[in-house]
């Protein structure tokens, strides 16, 4: 399972001005609905602020990765924002994200999640990688940096 399989142009945002957690979920959750029309939007919100009250996804490092199933959502759909100036997100460590790696899935398919956000979770530990995505002036670039790595760590 590649992530770059599932990242395209659109669904990845550069510079974001979201200062706090519920406005970069709301930006994220509108470049999914540019992704796939269908999307129920206050469902996935609602299930991305309940995971929120369990735990932040904020899990330190600059990352933030807020995730959620939702009925009506067809594949893994992935959304990246990348904030330069850093957002507060309530991370573990108390410091602001820069990565923020939004996953929306089908919620029937929780297997497949777990290994996407697995995956996920496992490339953003480099921080090597890290470092690159938040300096990162383009989409292409994003998903040229993820292609890389992947295909360095993952054949």
């Given amino acids: 399972m590649k992530l770059t399989d599932y990242l395209t142009l659109k669904n990845i945002q550069i510079g974001v001005h979201a200062k706090e957690k519920?406005?970069?979920?709301?930006?994220?959750?509108?470049?999914?609905?540019?992704?796939?029309p269908d999307l129920d939007l206050e469902e996935a919100f609602t299930g991305i602020l309940h995971r929120e009250n369990i735990g932040s996804t904020g899990i330190g490092k600059g990352v933030a990765i807020p995730h959620a199933g939702v009925k009506n959502c067809r594949r893994i759909l992935p959304v990246i924002a990348i904030s330069h100036e850093g957002l507060d997100y309530d991370s573990l460590d108390g410091k602001p994200v820069n990565?923020?790696?939004?996953?929306?899935?089908?919620?029937?398919q929780v297997s497949t999640q777990l290994k996407f956000l697995a995956r996920v979770s496992r490339l953003l530990r480099n921080e090597r990688l890290r470092e690159s995505l938040a300096k990162s002036s383009s989409a292409g670039e994003v998903?040229?940096?993820?292609?890389?790595y992947e295909a360095e760590h993952f054949t």
């Fill in 99 to 108: 990565i923020v790696f939004l996953i929306l899935y089908p919620e029937d």
């Fill in 22 to 36: 519920t406005a970069i979920i709301r930006d994220l959750l509108k470049t999914a609905s540019a992704v796939a």
């Fill in 143 to 148: 998903i040229g940096i993820l292609t890389q």
